[in-house]
């Protein structure tokens, strides 16, 4: 701890921890430091008082309880500049050149090196310049939010979320079998060296197969002669990006450059494998790995983890969720997610009867099939049959391919799932294809097939057409979107994004509410529980949160008390067109994250 500012009224304060200009000597004898830092400890655990900071929640205040301070009643500029403006960015300088009055100084202190290496009189300037820019932007962003009828959602909502987010998540942390990481992270390594050695073997020595790499561009057009499909906008050079290298793969006809353009993907895919879900995952001391959870990095109010354990790669046995187990042997895992949320939401929204029926139907199967199994009864065959003929994925693939549940098989049942996602966030069936589709690609789906399925589906859902062609009419005219609990985005870029944007927005942000209204409920929860029953557990609590889905870390004792608290919170109504919903949430459990049952 360098300094602290601390601002109140028209009044801010640098209070020396030190000499600093690169002395790290104690500013204050130990008498004087200690009624300090109990003076602090007093003005922070207030909780009368309430405490404003820029990034507070992430960054501030979770130090501040490192250094054992309590902070409590905390609001967050930067949470609410995100509430406000997801589109933008939110670092400080920029915040305060709109919302206060304080002129550019991000360049007196920051960037010149360490803060305890440099005039301590400088810093302590720069530290009170902070301390007014965020405390006039807090002012100005709120009174807007208030304009807009959106404060209340940020207070309730977002900055809760942001709190326990830090608080909760991350410094609880998810166990991490380091065996399995290392035996995952050695093996993506050998095969990245071995394709890599390869491909230099089929090209030249010191061939650098990466994305940004120049090798790439000289292989495919000064020495293979394909022509450039595109060119960068600054340099005037041939593009070489993802997107490009595809295309330019797509017209590739010599079998021997086809071999060597799909190992330049092979080495690409696994070196991305290591370096995001292995290299980043090793844990601190305590063997857990403490991800910093961010609510103001999405536009979609969804949560945001560095390093990223919301999007594992699954496949291969859960390869890569072998890492995360429980830690000590009296806890196990407790996952609870809603349901096929966004398609349900999408069915809401739109009025969609015919989805709505299905739900409705699905719901009352499987309400009956789980009282059977609380109360020890055997589930007779009749409703498993009839859970799987009324699953919306299968009732889908009916609409899609004009067949009974009967005739719609697993990998059925998947490829349509997969499909009508793709048409519902704005795609048709060429876009579908061309993106790969997740499975269905020109070899295993014919083209013409795939387009009178889409007319058979829209023809069984015209209110989710009208539901989308009116958020693309939204968009085209105001460049805004306003949800159902009224939050806003603006969309900016090139209209045909615009428009995509706005079709994953709804649902997306719609999920994201009902997680970020029931995870702090939860975590509140529980630090009651640790405090009214003296409980002593290694971990009581979330540990991981993954878009529609919260996983959490509890003692075996308490795991059936702890399921029916989630189901409760995640089950409350959700108001969509002014009716009340409710989304299903699904339990599994384990002591493995890659076998949850």
């Not at 202190?109 to 965020?134: F, I």
């Not at 030249?204 to 790499?213: K, Y």
């Not at 996983?551 to 308490?558: D, G, L, N």
Request: charged fraction near 25%; proline fraction near 5%.
């Amino acid at each position: 701890l360098v300094r602290l500012g601390i601002g109140w009224a028209d009044r801010c304060i640098s209070i020396p921890f030190i000499l600093g200009g690169g002395r790290t000597d104690p500013f204050y004898d130990l008498t004087t430091e200690a009624r300090i830092v109990d003076l602090v400890y007093d003005l922070f655990s207030n909780p009368a008082v309430q405490k404003r900071g820029h990034n507070s929640m992430a960054y501030d205040a979770y130090h501040l309880t490192n250094l054992g301070f309590r902070v409590v009643n905390q609001a967050d500029s930067i949470v609410r500049h995100h509430c406000l403006y997801p589109e933008l960015e939110h670092k400080l300088e920029l915040v305060a050149a709109t919302h206060s009055t304080v002129a550019y100084y991000k360049d007196e202190a920051k960037g010149r090196g360490e803060m305890s290496k440099q005039n301590p009189d400088r810093v302590g300037q720069y530290n009170c310049k902070d301390v007014k820019a965020q405390d006039e932007s807090f002012d100005d962003i709120t009174f807007r939010l208030k304009g807009l009828h959106v404060l209340s959602l940020c207070e309730s909502i977002a900055e809760p979320m942001q709190e326990v987010a830090c608080d909760g998540l991350r410094r609880r942390g998810v166990y991490v079998n380091q065996f399995e990481l290392d035996n995952q992270g050695s093996a993506l390594l050998g095969t990245v060296e071995v394709t890599h050695a390869l491909i230099q073997e089929l090209t030249w020595p010191g061939f650098n197969p990466s994305t940004n790499s120049k090798d790439i561009p000289r292989l495919l057009h000064e020495i293979w002669k394909y022509p450039v499909l595109a060119w960068t906008p600054k340099t005037h050079q041939p593009k070489a990006d993802e997107d490009t290298f595809l295309k330019i793969k797509e017209r590739v006809t010599d079998p021997d450059h086809s071999y060597v353009l799909d190992l330049v993907l092979e080495y690409r895919q696994n070196r991305k494998l290591y370096t995001s879900w292995t290299e980043d995952f090793y844990p601190d001391m305590d063997g857990r790995l403490h991800s910093e959870w961010l609510a103001y990095r999405t536009r979609t109010g969804r949560l945001a983890s560095y390093p990223n354990v919301q999007n594992l790669p699954t496949g291969e046995g859960g390869r890569y969720r072998k890492i995360f187990q429980t830690q000590f042997p009296d806890t196990v895992f407790v996952l609870g997610d809603c349901k096929q949320a966004e398609l349900r939401y999408i069915a809401y929204l739109s009025n969609d009867e015919p989805l709505v029926t299905v739900f409705e139907k699905f719901d009352s199967i499987c309400k009956e099939i789980e009282d059977h199994e609380l109360h020890s009864r055997p589930v007779p065959q009749s409703l498993r049959e009839a859970r799987y003929e009324w699953d919306p994925h299968v009732q889908n693939a009916c609409d899609m391919w004009g067949c009974r549940p009967g005739d719609v098989t697993k990998e059925r049942r998947f490829r349509g799932k997969i499909f009508v996602f793709g048409i519902l966030y704005g795609g048709i069936a060429d876009s579908v294809l061309a993106h790969g589709g997740r499975g269905l690609t020109r070899s295993t789906a014919n083209l013409e097939l795939l387009r009178s399925m889409e007319r058979n589906w829209w023809t069984r859902h015209p209110a989710i057409r009208a539901y989308l062609d009116g958020v693309a009419v939204k968009v085209r005219k105001y460049r805004e979107l306003t949800d159902p609990l009224g939050w806003r985005r603006q969309f900016f870029g090139p209209i045909a994004d615009a428009v995509r944007e706005g079709y994953d927005y709804l649902p997306q942000r719609g999920i994201a509410n009902l997680m970020n209204r029931a995870h702090p409920a939860l975590e509140n929860w529980c630090r009651r529980e640790l405090v009214d029953n003296r409980l002593e557990c290694g971990s009581f609590g979330p540990v991981l949160q993954i878009h529609d889905a919260i996983i959490s870390e509890v003692p075996t004792s308490r795991a059936v008390e702890y399921q029916r608290v989630m189901r409760e919170l995640i089950e409350q109504p959700y108001v969509i067109n002014n009716i009340p919903r409710v989304f299903p949430a699904d339990f599994i459990t384990g002591t493995k994250f890659s076998e949850l049952r």
